[in-house]
């Protein structure tokens, strides 16, 4: 394993370029399904800068990016980023903050940022595929760069499937024989876990619209109330988790947005609320989802609502399962890379908060998967608030406005993670 750290410190590029790219995405922002930039800067990057035997097959379920580089015969990886941003106001006050905004899908203009770390995806993978290219001439096989929009609609690694990343008559990207991606999140930088078997939960969005009947906030007796209804379904949605989930199993059901008039003296007709839920078994996922409807259904039937509500289903995540045996084989690359303990690469990390849509890129051809995650908190913030015992409270999580991994070690832990990934699988023997 050694030999496979030996190559990733003798071939890994200057970063000095990829804090640039890194500085140049996150100021460059773009939602999901409207990444057209990014993704041109990143297949422009592969060809002018790393190099012209790639094969690019852009525009794959929307911006979607295959790029491959074949070096022989040898099993084939796909290493993975996405690349989309979120409606997220930045205040990080750094001098290379996004002040982007732009039209959401529902054509309402919103600010814009990179605040769950995609852009240091993008910027860590391209710095390992000029690591991994520099250093060809010790490992065979195919490497598969999938650069993937809308992760965080659920939606992007679905799409690319379906619009045929793998069919022979259109894409023709060569099936992966195993699949890796990673994740930056609010740990100290430098440190990288991974863990076998699920590693993050499903999830399950959805907005609800309760009908009413509304007028004049002073005559009460000739409304059918839907704030009033909404407030009861939302207190009785907190039973699901409580009263209903088995207590050895976790499952979380938040209501996340409420939406009824913005006038005091008038009362609207419809109320809307947002739901998110995630679970980490199907069978908890599916009770979760009956019970949110048989909730919804009963409280307008008690409030007297003028029409049942109305159900979106908005995003939809599949369980995160990472392959036992590609793990362990994963396992033994980071701890001769990275080292083991507190400070260094853990095999036993806690599960991902979130939810991702990765795997479907694998498991969409029967084909193992394994997520890892990396640390990206400034050191000296991070023992500070591990000494205060303020962790909670004041490192900021992914989707927070003040989310900005700093940027070395981060960039160097991310770029090596990949690297030795893939070179776990295409070393030469």
């Not at 490992?139 to 609609?153: D, K």
């Not at 991606?181 to 590693?199: A, D, K, N």
């Not at 809307?272 to 009963?298: C, F, G, L, Y």
């Amino acid at each position: 394993m050694s030999a496979i750290s030996d190559l990733v410190h003798k071939h890994r590029p200057s970063l000095d370029s990829y804090q640039d790219l890194y500085k140049h995405f996150h100021a460059n922002p773009e939602l999901s399904n409207q990444e057209e930039e990014t993704a041109a800067t990143i297949c422009k990057h592969l060809k002018e800068t790393i190099s012209l035997d790639f094969n690019i097959r852009p525009n794959i379920g929307g911006h979607g990016i295959a790029a491959l580089y074949h070096n022989g015969p040898g099993p084939t990886i796909l290493l993975r980023a996405d690349f989309d941003a979120l409606p997220v106001q930045e205040r990080t006050g750094l001098p290379y903050a996004s002040t982007k905004r732009m039209q959401d899908a529902d054509g309402v203009e919103k600010p814009v940022m990179h605040a769950c770390g995609h852009d240091m995806h993008i910027s860590s993978l391209l710095a390992a595929a000029e690591t991994l290219v520099s250093a060809r001439d010790s490992w065979s096989g195919t490497l598969l760069l999938a650069f993937q929009p809308a992760e965080e609609r659920g939606t992007g690694a679905q799409a690319m499937v379906d619009d045929g990343m793998y069919d022979p008559k259109k894409h023709a990207v060569p099936v992966p024989d195993i699949c890796l991606g990673g994740h930056v999140v609010p740990w100290r930088s430098g440190v990288v876990g991974s863990r076998r078997g699920l590693v993050a939960t499903s999830a399950d969005s959805m907005r609800v619209t309760l009908h009413g009947r509304g007028g004049h906030a002073s005559m009460p007796d000739r409304l059918i109330d839907p704030v009033v209804m909404a407030a009861g379904v939302v207190m009785k949605l907190q039973t699901i988790v409580s009263r209903e989930v088995d207590p050895w199993d976790t499952a979380v059901v938040t209501v996340a947005s409420i939406q009824a008039g913005d006038a005091e003296n008038v009362v609207v007709d419809d109320a809307r609320i947002a739901i998110d839920v995630r679970a980490t078994n199907p069978q908890a996922r599916e009770k979760d989802m009956a019970s949110i409807q048989r909730i919804v259904k009963a409280e307008c039937l008690a409030s007297n609502a003028v029409k049942e509500p109305t159900f979106q289903i908005t995003r939809n995540f599949p369980l995160t399962v990472n392959d036992d045996s590609v793990t362990e084989k994963l396992e033994g690359s980071f701890k001769a890379h990275f080292g083991e303990g507190k400070h260094a690469y853990t095999s036993e990390c806690g599960k991902l908060c979130g939810s991702e849509d990765f795997s479907i890129l694998g498991t969409s051809q029967g084909k193992p998967c394994c997520f890892f995650m990396y640390g990206g908190v400034d050191h000296n913030l991070w023992d500070q608030c591990e000494t205060e015992g303020t962790l909670n409270e004041k490192i900021p999580i992914n989707h927070s406005g003040l989310f900005a991994p700093v940027i070395m070690p981060t960039l160097q832990t991310a770029c090596d993670a990949y690297a030795a990934g893939a070179l776990t699988w295409l070393m030469k023997k």
